[in-house]
């Protein structure tokens, strides 16, 4: 998660006990004890108090946050681990990409795969990002910023990168179902919480590289970008997909993408009136 720099001064995190409930569901699929609410809550705060100067004032800055689980017990073999370390890492960050919101070039993976249902896909684990690396170095030695992965099939469209994806067509708005081998982020929430609030058709199911080549090659597919904590929205220029290049919205950013960043960025800072109640005052923690 992130914590911003509010216009008065003060500071806001975006969505900490979304953060907090993900941590305790992927925990109990790895076999780890989370920390309870209020626990990781009172250390999210402590911690960010004490370290309240590297929260930064620039206005496309913000502070990461990762709290992370590890077994740390001194112990070789295969069980579940009997002692665990709960810690926070902070780091302050500027924009995602050197280019800012430039729309992206993306190689779509079409061999690995980096996760299966039933596996870790749906868990935010060390393993997903350790699976993705091959596929990612491969593709910006290419030229391009970011890998579209596909289901284990290589057909259905998952995850792009470590953000989940939304493609804009004529009449909806369609991002993948969670299957078990997707992680449900926060900001695809968010996105989905927001669109529906404007009255967009935002449907969640499987969307294939089929349909999406035919609704490019129809006109019926207007633009596409991804979402996550780092980027926030990250639209999509062009896709690479078996030896061709696909150009979406003439590789300029969507107006959607435009104004979903907009939204929700003036939302983190405190722009914006937040209707969702997404910002959580450090003091209030």
């Known amino acids: 998660m992130k914590a911003f720099r509010q216009g008065d001064g003060q500071i806001a995190l ?36 004490v370290e309240a100067r590297w929260v930064p004032d620039d206005a496309m800055s913000s502070l990461y946050i990762r709290p992370t689980l590890i077994g740390s017990e001194a112990f070789l073999g295969v069980r579940p681990a009997r002692e665990i370390l709960f810690f926070i890492l902070l780091s302050p960050v500027g924009p995602y990409y050197a280019r800012g919101q430039a729309p992206t070039k993306i190689w779509v993976e079409d061999r690995a795969v980096r996760a299966a249902p039933g596996g870790l896909g749906a868990t935010k684990a060390g393993a997903n990002y350790a699976a993705s690396l ?7 030695q290419k030229g391009f910023d970011q890998v579209l992965w596909l289901d284990s099939q290589h057909e259905g469209i998952e995850e792009v990168g470590t953000m989940n994806v939304f493609w804009v067509l004529k009449d909806e708005i369609v991002t993948p179902a969670l299957n078990g081998s997707i992680l449900a982020g926060g900001m695809r929430d968010s996105v989905i919480q927001l669109l529906r609030h404007e009255g967009a058709r935002v449907s969640e199911r499987l969307i294939t590289m089929s349909e999406i080549i035919e609704c490019k090659n129809n006109g019926t597919l207007l633009e596409a970008f991804g979402t996550g904590t780092a980027a926030v929205i990250s639209p999509i220029g062009e896709l690479y997909y078996k030896e061709i290049r696909h150009v979406l919205n003439k590789g300029e950013v969507g107006s959607v993408s435009a104004r979903l960043y907009e939204i929700i960025s003036g939302i983190q800072r405190g722009r914006r009136p937040d209707e969702f109640g997404w910002m959580k005052p450090l003091s209030g923690l």
Do not use: D, T, W, Y
Not at 22 to 29: K, L, N, S, W
Not at 134 to 140: C, E, G, L, P, V
């Open 14 to 49: 975006f969505r900490p006990e979304f953060n907090c409930k993900r941590m305790q569901q992927g925990a109990a699929r790895l076999c780890l004890q989370a920390p309870p609410a209020e626990i990781f809550m009172q250390a999210l705060k402590e911690l960010v108090e």
């Open 134 to 140: 091959q596929s990612a170095f491969h593709a910006k």
